[in-house]
């Protein structure tokens, strides 16, 4: 198994608090990747990364900011959290680009309420 | 836009039948195409890909073709067991930059003895 890390597995927290996840790889991966998985949706883009301090929007960005400090780990930042965003987040990481297989992580269930 | 559509599930079988599971798209240029599967409480790991038309992608007896002129990518197995049981996800990406998955919706597979 890809060395792929979430924390916390599990959140609860109340509406408008901040929440940080966070996705630690022992792979060396230069991409890595937020989504998030809801019914009748699939897993859809939040942030991704492409180096070092290297970011960029996915689909689904909006109230959400990411940060990459080191090549390991890959922060996922909800600034005041929403009811909306009640999601189980998964962290995926490539060593190549786009062709090359995703390795996912095993995902962190957040609850607002 | 990128897009992926997968037949509604569920999808309930019994052991040793025929499966199929369709998935079409909407790309522009030449995407890569992947079928990830996701076990209970675990995260997606790829099941096969395809890079270009044509190809087949196959493993664990699961197979899928590139079909460019329908634009579609069907997920086959000719005799399931209960072990298939699971969530199956289609999916694309493009050669050139990070691994951006455009995922469907999902199918949730239920295998009965």
């Known amino acids: 198994d890809a060395g792929i890390t979430q924390s916390p597995r599990h959140k609860v927290t109340e509406t408008g608090t901040p929440v940080t996840l966070r996705c630690h790889q022992t792979?060396?991966?230069?991409?890595m990747y937020w989504y998030r998985q809801d019914p009748g949706h699939g897993l859809r883009l939040i942030h991704y990364s492409y180096g070092v301090k290297d970011t960029d929007k996915g689909e689904v960005s909006d109230g959400y900011s990411v940060s990459r400090s080191k090549t390991e780990d890959f922060l996922l930042t909800l600034e005041s959290a929403t009811s909306s965003q009640t999601s189980v987040y998964f962290c995926a990481i490539s060593e190549g680009q786009g062709g090359t297989e995703a390795f996912f992580g095993q995902g962190t269930r957040l609850t607002v309420v | 836009g990128n897009s992926v559509t997968q037949m509604e599930g569920p999808v309930t079988l019994s052991e040793e039948a025929f499966l199929t599971i369709n998935c079409t798209y909407t790309?522009?240029?030449?995407?890569?195409l992947f079928w990830y599967v996701q076990y209970p409480g675990e995260g997606l790991q790829l099941l096969l890909k395809?890079?270009?038309?044509?190809d087949k992608g196959s493993n664990k007896g699961f197979e899928a073709t590139y079909r460019k002129e329908t634009t579609s990518f069907h997920l086959e197995k000719g005799s399931v067991q209960v072990s298939d049981s699971a969530v199956y996800f289609c999916a694309l990406s493009h050669l050139q930059g990070a691994q951006k998955l455009v995922f469907g919706q999902g199918t949730r597979l239920t295998i009965n003895p």
């Open positions: 792979e060396n991966h230069r991409y």
């Open positions: 790309a522009t240029g030449y995407p890569s």
């Open positions: 395809a890079t270009k038309a044509d």
